[in-house]
């Protein structure tokens, strides 16, 4: 059961086009949990995905998966706070 110390962490490498780099970076940061600490000038970049809760967690994933410009999203590491 979710209480309000839950804390789901993960992070993923993806493979962007490099021609749309800063639209696919905009897109990705528009939401509330995700971070791009890590991007290279060939399109590959670390996102860190920081959520109160695993539906949140879920959807936000879900979401950058689904933005047009990312070839491959790759998870890497995932944790879970109680």
Not at 10 to 16: C, D, F, G, L
Not at 30 to 47: C, Q, S
Not at 52 to 71: C, G, M, N
Request: cysteine-free.
């Amino acid at each position: 059961m979710e209480n309000e110390s839950d804390l789901f962490i993960s992070s993923h490498v993806a493979q962007i086009s490099p021609d749309n780099l800063e639209a696919t970076l905009t897109a990705i940061l528009k939401h509330p949990y995700a971070d791009v600490p890590v991007v290279d000038d060939k399109g590959k970049l670390v996102i860190l995905i920081d959520a109160p809760s695993s539906k949140d967690a879920l959807s936000t994933i879900e979401s950058i998966r689904a933005i047009d410009d990312i070839y491959t999203f790759s998870p890497v590491y995932q944790h879970q706070e109680d």
